[in-house]
């Protein structure tokens, strides 16, 4: 099953007993620092910088087609170099984010209805745990997943793990992302979906995905509880 068309519907949402929820632009507005980081490796090898404009235009999975997009040459130097690169200058970096404030009040909306919460990201898992924690959003979740390697890889198999780990029932479960990869996991994962256009791709993008795509999360819930 994939993700419905109208997951808040009355009747989908009064069974959902599980969220999942994405980390890096759902829950962590770092969507400034990445352009920041990706701006700092494309001028260093004289390729125009980026727009916000244009970085939620061309961003997406697998990250290594969007450095293509961004205009780095991989004939020049090998993926690894700019990423890893990239990745030093986000993690020296990340703590001057914070949690968007609707995210906050969403995980305590759906906190006080009992419904489970998890958190699976493309990001290294340590680096993960270590983000929550900081940012003091941790207790909200029944378990937070990360992956095992910093290339921001697809999170599909990962996702698999969790759902099977903690016998979550995809028909009872619901997904929350910002980007079209989001979607996609959810689809596999045969689970719900709702997108939020806050984070690193444009409303725009997401629409050509699915339908259920919100300008901000209280939107959502505004939609939840009406």
């Not at 001028?43 to 997009?69: A, C, H, M, Q, S």
């Not at 969790?162 to 910002?178: C, K, V, W």
Request: proline share 2%; hydrophobic share 35%; glycine share 6%.
């Amino acid at each position: 099953m994939g993700c419905q068309s109208k997951p808040r519907s009355d009747k989908n949402m009064q069974q959902i007993k599980n969220v999942i929820w994405d980390w890096n632009g759902t829950i962590l507005n770092d969507i400034e620092l990445c352009i920041n980081c990706i701006n700092v490796v494309l001028r260093e090898r004289n390729i125009p910088e980026l727009t916000y404009e244009r970085y939620i235009e061309i961003f997406g999975f697998p990250v290594k087609d969007y450095y293509e997009r961004a205009g780095l040459n991989f004939a020049n130097e090998p993926f690894e170099i700019p990423a890893k690169q990239f990745i030093d200058l986000y993690h020296n970096n990340w703590s001057s984010c914070s949690v968007f404030t609707d995210a906050t009040k969403a995980l305590k909306h759906f906190q006080d209805k009992g419904i489970k919460q998890f958190v699976l990201s493309a990001m290294e898992h340590n680096a993960l745990q270590k983000q929550t924690n900081h940012f003091g959003v941790d207790g909200y979740f029944n378990h937070i997943q990360g992956i095992d390697n910093h290339f921001a890889e697809s999170k599909l198999q990962t996702g698999k793990n969790l759902m099977q780990q903690f016998n979550i029932n995809a028909q009872e479960t619901l997904f929350i992302g910002d980007t079209t990869h989001d979607f996609e996991v959810a689809q596999q994962l045969g689970v719900q979906c709702v997108l939020v256009a806050k984070g690193h791709q444009n409303f725009n993008i997401l629409k050509r995905a699915t339908t259920n795509v919100y300008k901000s999360l209280l939107d959502f819930i505004y939609d939840e509880l009406n």
